[in-house]
């Protein structure tokens, strides 16, 4: 009920592709899902996020899509740069006493030139 | 950058062991949350500090403590360490705005890496 999937695992694409990453969750009280982008040895930066009464969400390159009914979402890229190369984090959070938020397993992108 | 940061920046530690990691929150952010990432897995909720008081707690056991001062700064404590708990230890801090209508957006600090032997 807590967890959040997300695949691939891992994910190669040439440079100006678009690498698309998929999550899905079975609580339906979660109500916010922020992306994160980690590098090497950094702490994860938030990316983008949306609430699920929003069924997409842009900014700059990257997109969010949210299918609530279907209790899934996805990050898109658009213009994938090797810049972009980094592990990848769907997330998703409750509001209950705390701010509780669950990660999924992460997505290793590798964008080449 | 966040303006969250962490110290120490790697820590080496023998099983047994007690540990102590320190966090300084985001400025006039009054919510601190540990997780703990192991390599190559997502971070793990350990707790949350709101105005110097814990209000939530994942799965981990009571020799995980924590403290948040005053001025909102954190540490996390581990007492008799085991090789388990050798990961990425991540601070992140929020503003508690939106405490009332939704979750808050979390900002991550670049982590503690202890390495328990």
């Known amino acids: 009920q807590q967890q959040v999937k997300q695949s691939p695992q891992s994910l190669i694409v040439q440079k100006g592709g678009i690498p698309i990453i998929n999550c899905a969750y079975e609580?339906?009280?979660?109500?916010?899902f922020p992306w994160y982008q980690q590098f090497p040895g950094k702490g994860p930066a938030l990316l983008i996020a949306?609430?699920?009464?929003?069924s997409e969400k842009k900014e700059g390159r990257f997109t969010i899509s949210f299918n609530k009914s279907a209790k899934q979402f996805s990050l898109h890229i658009m213009d994938s740069q090797p810049g972009d190369s980094a592990t990848y984090f769907c997330?998703?959070?409750?509001?209950?006493?705390?701010?509780?938020?669950?990660f999924g397993p992460g997505t290793s992108l590798s964008v080449i030139p | 950058e966040t303006g969250v940061t962490q110290s120490p920046t790697h820590l080496i530690k023998t099983r047994g062991q007690q540990v102590t990691l320190r966090c300084s929150s985001q400025?006039?952010?009054?919510?601190v949350s540990w997780y703990q990432q192991a390599l190559g897995q997502g971070p793990q909720f350990i707790f949350q500090?709101?105005?110097?008081?814990?209000?939530g707690r994942g799965n981990f056991p009571p020799r995980f403590s924590g403290l948040q001062f005053p001025n909102y700064s954190s540490e996390l404590n581990v007492n008799a360490l085991e090789l388990d708990d050798s990961a990425l230890y991540l601070c992140?801090?929020?503003?508690?705005?939106?405490?009332?209508?939704?979750?808050?957006?979390?900002?991550f600090g670049p982590g503690t890496r202890l390495t328990v032997l």
């Open positions: 400025s006039g952010h009054n919510t």
């Open positions: 949306i609430r699920p009464d929003v």
């Open positions: 609580n339906t009280a979660f109500d916010y």
């Open positions: 997330a998703a959070s409750v509001k209950t006493s705390y701010d509780k938020v669950i």
């Open positions: 992140a801090s929020s503003s508690g705005l939106r405490r009332a209508s939704g979750t808050d957006t979390q900002y």
């Open positions: 500090y709101y105005r110097e008081e814990e209000n």
